[in-house]
C-alpha cells in the first residue's frame, strides 16, 4: 500500500494562543506542522527544510511577516503564502499580495473557512489528484459532466458550456458539499478580484443553477457572507 506524505506547513504566529489553535487544527487536518511564535525563527526553519505552504501573521517580534515573506521569496519563488493578520487595511492586504501572497485573513476569521483556503491552494498549487482531477468525465446527479468536451449532458439534453463555466463547474465537483469562498472562486477561476468580477462570478453561478435545476436532487447555495456549496443530496 503507498502512503501518502503529509504536506508540512509553517506557521510563524507570535499569539501563543493562536498558533496552538491553528496548529492543532491544521495537524487534526492530516498536515504536519512547523509552528514558531517569531519571524526569525520561522525563516531560519524554512532555510533548513522544505514546507508546502507558509502561514504568516503580519505583526510577528524579530522579523514581521512582510520581511519573512520577501525572504522566503528569495529562496523559493512558488511556495505559497497564506498572511493572518488584524491588520485588514486595503494597504496592508495590497501590500501583500504584491509580496507574492496567495491569500490573506484578517483575524478574527473561523478554522473551518481558514482550513478550506489553505486545502483549496495546495490543490492548485500542487494539482493533487482529487476525484474530478483524476478524470476527464463526472457523474453528477443526472448529469454526466465532459470536461474534455465541455458539456453537460442528461438523458433529455446536451448542454455545451464556455470556458468559465466548465472551470466553475469543476471547481464546484472538487470541492462537492463544500463551501467555496467567493475569493477563492475569483482568484481561481478569474484570477483577480473586485466588485466587478464579483458580480460576473455571479451571473456565471446563476447560469449554472439554471441549467442544474432539471435534477432536484442537485443545488448551487449561497452561503451568505462566505461563499457558494454545490449540493448533491443523491448520487
Known sequence: MTMTVPRTILLAEDDPNMNFMLRDNLEMAGYQVDA?????????????????LCVLDVMLPRKDGFTVAQDIRKLSLHVPIVFVTAKGLKEDRIQGFKLGADD??????????FLLRIETILKRVYQQHTRADAQLNYTLGTWFCDFSNQQLRSPRKTVTLTTKEIKLLKLFCQNLNQVIPRDVIQKAIWEDEGYFVGRSMDVFISRLRKLLKDDPAISITNVHGVGYKLEVLAV
Do not use: I, M, R, W
Open 36 to 52: 514558531f511564535e517569531d519571524g526569525q525563527s520561522a525563516l531560519n526553519a524554512f532555510a533548513k527544510k522544505k514546507h508546502d
Open 104 to 113: 490573506y485573513l484578517t483575524k478574527p476569521f473561523s478554522v473551518e473557512e
